[in-house]
Nanobody
Framework: QVSVEESGGGLVQAGDSLRLSCAVS????????IGWFRQAPGKEREGVSC????????YYADSVKGRFTISRDIAKNTVYLQMNSLKPEDTAVYYC????????????????WGQGTQVTVSS
């Protein structure tokens, strides 16, 4: 009954912006942290950003700090990832997933994943 679904990917030029959406069903955002992950060809899966359940505290990978912003709309049960100043190295399949945030501020994916949405940034 828990599901997540990403949307909003596309092909853009370097310096452009995209807004990804993650629609969550089966659980309210007040009870689950949501993370964004990405995987580029030939590279390991990388945690991009995460937002906590209780306070909406945000976390970012160093590679996207200052450029990406994660947010949530409790009423719509949707998490967003605003991606500005996109670079070719941001090209990847982006996944939304439930997440667990640990005491030290690290975060790991949970059991529920979306299907992924492709983000391609041309030079």
């Amino acid at each position: 009954q828990v599901s997540v679904e990403e949307s909003g990917g596309g092909l853009v030029q370097a310096g452009d912006s995209l807004r990804l959406s993650c629609a969550v069903s089966g659980v309210t955002l007040a009870y689950v942290a949501i993370g964004w992950f990405r995987q580029a060809p030939g590279k390991e899966r990388e945690g991009v950003s995460c937002i906590s359940s209780r306070n909406g505290t945000t976390y970012y990978a160093d590679s996207v700090k200052g450029r990406f912003t994660i947010s949530r709309d409790i009423a719509k049960n949707t998490v967003y990832l605003q991606m500005n100043s996109l670079k070719p190295e941001d090209t990847a399949v982006y996944y939304c997933a439930t997440a667990r945030i640990w005491d030290g501020g690290s975060w790991t994916p949970g059991d529920y994943w979306g299907q992924g949405t492709q983000v391609t940034v041309s030079s």
